[in-house]
């Protein structure tokens, strides 16, 4: 069974959503679960390479905000704005930086 990943901007919500066979999966994804998982499954070069087209798609005739470690060098290299957060282990370790 081929699987679909779509995305779909949440007006209600001001955020774009991941769907996994129409099935709602944005907070599953970012379950740390799932979060261990994410560098290997990155050096896969299929999945890899789908990846980067998919978010490519996301920002093709508007702007976007996005993160992730190879966003500003790999996917969008030529983009006008880039910002680089760096945190020491303890930020790391604090959880939510906002409490």
Known sequence: ??????????NALMKSETFLNGR???EKIRD???SRFVSPVSKIGIVREKMVALQREMAANR????????????????AG??????????SGQSGDMMN
């Not at 704005?81 to 303890?90: D, G, H, V």
């Open 1 to 10: 069974m081929k699987s679909r990943l779509n995305f779909r901007y949440n």
């Open 63 to 78: 702007s976007v905000v996005m993160d992730g470690r190879d966003i500003g060098s790999v996917v969008f290299p030529d």
């Open 32 to 34: 740390i679960e799932v």
């Open 24 to 26: 709602n999966v944005e």
């Open 81 to 90: 704005i880039k910002i680089f957060l760096i945190a020491n282990e303890e």
